[in-house]
Every structure is written in C-alpha cells, then in structure tokens.
C-alpha cells in the first residue's frame, strides 16, 4: 500500500502534495517523492526513507513554484527501498510523471516490448512501465486522459495510477483498478488522494471512484468516465470528521492517540443502533430479514487483526443465533474450493475496506452465490460498495498501523450483527436483545476505566523490554486476545510472541516455558467456572516450570493472585464481551514495549497500513 496524492488549484502545489503525504505516511515509509509542473517542464524531487528525507531534500534544493502536482509515499513490491525506485517515475523525454499503488502483473512483458523499441529505465518498479507507455501515447498526440485510458486498457493486476503531462499544465489524471482512489472537490481546486484524510484540511466533499474508473482533475471541475472513455456514475459524499482528528492531539504516537480514543469510538458505534421500536436496527445492511432466516451457514472472512474479531464473532453468533460459523483467513480462502450456496452468508471484516486479500475472497464468494456482508470502517471503500450489505464502524480515522480503536469497534460490529440475526431468526427474545446492547452501551466507561489504570502495565512493558520472546495464553473469547497480543508485540516490538488456546499448553507448547520466561494468561470471568478453573490449573503449571506470569482477570478474582507475579485487573463482565476490556491492556504493554526498545510504533518496519496486493 502506498500514499498517493494529486492536486491542482491555486495554492502552491508543493506544500499541498507534501502536507497531504504527510497525513498518509502510515500508508508507506519507503521512500517519498513529488512532481510538479512548472513552465512546460517538470520539476520531481524524491528520496528514500521517511518523508523528513524529502522534506531536507526540498529545503535545500526548493523546486520553482507550481499549482499543479503529485507526490507519493510508498510501500515497496517492485524493487528495493531506494532513491531510482521511488516514485514518481518520469518517461525518456521528461515529460509524464506517474505514480502508483498496487501491481502490475503483466509488467515484465510490457517491459520487453518497450525495451524492443529503444526506451531506457531508471528503476526496478513495475510502475515505470506505465510512464514509457504513456510517453507513447501523448507522443502519438493523445491528450493525457484518453491516453491513460488506452494504457489502462493494456494493464492487468491491481493499481492505482496518477499523472500529469508537463506540456499539459491544466489536468492531473488518475484511474483506479482494484485499489483506493479517492477525490476531493474544491472551489476552483480539486484534489486525489488514497485516502480523503490527505485534503481532509482543504475540502470535506468527496467522489468514490468505482472500478476501472478515469478521472480527469481540472480547476474547475472533475470527469469521470470508464476506460473505454464513457461518461461513469460516481457518487458523492461528504466526510463527516475534520483535520483535528487526523492529527496526533498532543500525544507522542497515533497509536497512543489512538489507543485513548477508543471509548469514544466504541460508543460512536453503538449510537443509534435501538429504533423507537426498541428493537436493533441495523439500517446499513441491505440484507432483508427474510434473506437472513434461509441462511443455514455463516463464514467469516479476514486478515491479521480483523482475523482475530472474526474468531471472537464465531462464539457470539454460535452462541446468541444458533448458527454454525466458520472462520477463514481471507488470503486462503478462495484456494480451497470453499462450499457455498444462496444459503451462506459470508461475513468480510476489514479496517479499510480495501484489503486485496479480503477483496478477492469477497468476490469469490459473491460469484458462488453467497450472500456477502461487509464490516468496514471507512465510507467508500471498494468492499462495501461489492458487497450485500454493510456494517460501517465509527472508530473515525486511525492513522497507527498497528489496529486499535478499529479492533475493539470491529468487536462492537460483530456483537451486533450476531444480535440482530438472533432477532430476527427469533433465537433471542426481543428484551433479551434490548439488554445485552443496553449492556454494549456500558462498556466505553469500562473501557476508559481500564485506560486509567495503565500505569503499572507501562512500567511492566519497560521491565521487559529485554526479553527475547513472549508468550500468551487464552480459553474462549480469550484465545482470540491472545493471538491478539501475540501479533500487536510482533508488529511494534519485532520479538518472538506467540498466543496459544490454554487447553493446548500440554499438547507441545509446554516445552516452550524456561526460567523467567513472560507469560501473559488472559483469565475468563468467574461466572464460567469451568473454563475459569482449568485456566488457573494451567498458571499453575507453567509457574511451576519457572514462568513469570502476567495474569489478567476480573476485578476481585482473589483466586488467581497466588499464582500471579503480576496481576492485571479489568472490569468485571459478561464473557463474550471481556475481550473489550481484556484487549487493552495488551495493546498498551505492546506499544509501551516497542516505544522502550526506540522503535516508531506508529510505523513499524516493513508493514503498511492496508495491504492493497495480494
């Protein structure tokens, strides 16, 4: 996934391109780069590293005014992280200057045919293959929109392209397949970006683009048409959040930001959800209440993060709407001949609504006939418009690679979608619906009562900021936070971190625990007393064999604290709903791990926010 943002208006375009790379630097930290269009020539700066990289290079060598430009924050997949394979990618002459998101999958054959006729590459990037493609074109006297729509025509696999054309001083031009692209109206200027917080600060009114989609960015106004140069239908909208909250608020990382936002997001995701009926309403579904009675079969489909809330989905639907559920990584879903039919609803669960991974799986499973309902956190995204139906989350934007506020609102999303299914096959009474959300509704102050007691789980992440290896363990609901944990500690702190179902621990993973070693035990609440005590006997064990554990439970289990060399107390709570509460605390110890190790827990290394190729 990669950063892209086109403008042109008249503000300088400098500061406007680099200002909005700045607010999409989660998206790609690679390297950065910009164009610009200045007297019929063009005028390009890029650097690899971190935007700061850029910005030295603009200070010291300022480039001449321009109101027309693009610039890129990028993700490698084509060529390494460096200075030739940052974009923007130019062609022979100088004249287009192309950047990129996504693959080209059928690159390395353009390449040869180019080659054959005598161009001359600068980099490793599939991209550049579309700035000599292009070259051809305009040199064959198409105007830059019709000659993207020719080259687009001629491209397989997933991208996002935007250009200008230096003897064109007056049309930015982007196309999008399969990958986010996103415009922003203005007054007398207008903007393109991969996510609308890059012109979040100049205009809020956005256009979606939809598939195999041109557009033409003039000062006036902006075109639309399919690659075959018809008129498309688009649709507007307007962003119902501001600047303020893209930006850090006072706190050292997004995440940080992020992590105490949650409360607030969570509730944001429940408002409105109880008609004057009393009854949920879910009114972003698009499924009918009949469609939803003759499914016999749900399958959840996600990737990393999501993955984990569609493990905790499947014990809340199983249990509240009778329904058996599975649940799929997304990027093996489609290679294993799934069965489905009219009857199976699929469930894709996804931060940004653009995950390739997930996407693909989504369409597999709407050519087999399912019925697909999406759980998204961002209006507009490709996912939603694809599916059935929709459930948005309001966790509002969340700008840290690691997920957050968009786990626990994924969480929320969930637990109502299994409600409403329970209400409307009739699996729970309508009261017994009412309560359990009049329930959800409490737990934003539980949430933010946890966030107030993280004062020892910080100084225990610093602690243990020299251990090699960290595992976790879970039964239930808490199996899924454990993986949680598990993964948060390996994208932020790059240490070996595992999470295991408790019940396991006998089964081989036993022979992992040394002298010393960290074991975080997410303990289920004293009502399941079973699961409860099976748990403890397992502390037990691993303390036995010289683990230091680190035992999160309810308020009051004085049971656990024998066996506990730290005790993390949560609020005590139904157990299909203590991941809520239980998930914090990892997220802190994690970020506060990675933060004592000096990592930038905002962009941890080799990762990106959304992957956007399979």
């Known amino acids: 996934m990669c950063g892209i943002v086109g403008y042109i208006g008249g503000k300088q375009a400098q500061q406007v391109v680099v200002d909005g790379l700045a607010r999409l630097e989660y998206r790609g930290y690679d390297s950065a780069g910009l164009a610009l ?107 830059l929109p019709e000659a993207m729509r020719r080259v687009c025509r001629r491209l397989e696999g997933a991208y996002t392209l935007v250009a200008v054309d230096a003897q064109d001083p007056d049309v930015v031009v982007g196309a999008r397949r399969n990958s986010p692209l996103v415009v922003g109206k203005g007054d007398g200027e207008n903007f393109l970006a991969s996510d609308v917080a890059a012109f979040i600060e100049h205009t809020r009114d956005a256009v979606e683009l939809g598939q195999d989609q041109v557009v033409e960015l003039r000062r006036d106004g902006v075109t639309v048409t399919d690659y075959e140069g018809r008129p498309a239908e688009v649709h507007e909208y307007h962003v119902d959040w501001d600047v303020s909250a893209a930006e850090k608020g006072g706190y050292d990382y997004f995440m940080l930001k992020e992590i105490a936002e ?55 639907i199983e249990h509240w709407a009778g329904l058996p559920c599975e649940v799929e990584v997304a990027s093996e879903f489609r290679y294993r001949d799934p069965i489905l ?42 996912m939603p418009r694809e599916c059935d139906g929709v459930l948005y989350t309001h966790a509002g934007p969340e700008v840290g690679v690691a997920a957050t506020k968009t786990f626990l609102t994924q969480l929320v999303a969930v637990y109502l979608i299994a409600l409403y299914i329970a209400q ?28 107030e007691t993280m004062g020892p789980v910080r100084e225990l992440a610093r602690s243990l900021a020299n251990e090699r290896s960290v595992l976790f363990l879970g039964r239930h609901v808490g199996f899924p936070v454990a993986l949680e944990g598990a993964l948060k500690l390996k994208e932020l702190a790059y240490m070996h971190a595992e999470g295991f ?36 006997s397992n502390i037990q064990e691993i303390r036995a064999r010289g683990a230091r554990t680190i035992v999160i439970a309810e308020e ?26 239980a998930t914090v605390p990892l997220q802190v110890f994690s970020c506060e791990l990675a933060t004592a190790k000096g990592h930038d827990v905002d962009q941890p290394r080799n990762l990106a926010k959304s992957v956007t190729v399979e």
Not at 424 to 447: C, H, I, N, S, Y
């Open 37 to 143: 269009v200045v007297d019929g020539k063009l005028a390009t700066a890029k650097k690899a590293g971190k935007l700061v990289n850029l910005r030295k290079v603009l200070e010291e060598e300022p480039p001449p005014a321009s109101t027309i430009g693009l610039g890129h924050t990028r993700w490698a997949t084509h060529g390494a992280p460096n200075d030739p394979n940052a974009h923007p990618h130019v062609d022979c002459g100088g004249r287009v200057a192309v950047i990129h998101n996504g693959i080209i999958e059928n690159f390395a054959a353009l390449k040869a045919g180019l080659l054959e006729k005598g161009h001359v590459f600068g980099s490793e990037t599939d991209t550049e293959v579309v700035a000599h493609l292009l070259e051809e074109e305009v040199g064959a006297g198409h105007e």
């Open 262 to 316: 949650q409360p607030r997001a969570v509730a944001d995701t429940l408002l409105g959800r109880i008609g004057s009926d009393g009854r949920l309403h879910l009114d972003e579904m698009r499924i009918t209440d009949q469609q939803l009675r003759e499914i016999d079969k749900i399958i959840i489909i996600a990737c990393g993060t999501s993955y984990h809330a569609g493990l905790i989905a499947k014990y809340a």
């Open 341 to 382: 039919t009219r009857s199976t609803l699929v469930i894709a669960i996804s931060q940004s609504g653009e995950s390739m991974d997930t996407l693909m799986a989504v369409r597999h499973a709407r050519e087999q006939k399912a019925r697909v309902l999406c759980i998204c956190n961002v209006n507009g995204s490709t």
């Open 424 to 451: 409307v096959r009739g699996t729970k009474w309508g009261d017994e619906v009412f309560a359990m959300v009049q329930l959800l509704a409490t737990m934003p102050e539980k949430v933010e009562k946890v966030l």
């Open 501 to 536: 179902a408790a019940g396991e621990l006998k089964h081989g993973p036993i022979a992992l625990i040394e002298e010393g070693l960290p074991v975080i035990v997410v303990v289920p609440p004293r009502a399941r007393e079973v699961l409860h005590d099976k748990i403890v």
């Open 556 to 581: 009051g289990d004085d049971t656990v604290v024998p066996y506990s060399d730290t005790l993390i107390e949560v609020p005590a709570v139904p157990t299909l709903l203590q991941p809520l509460v």
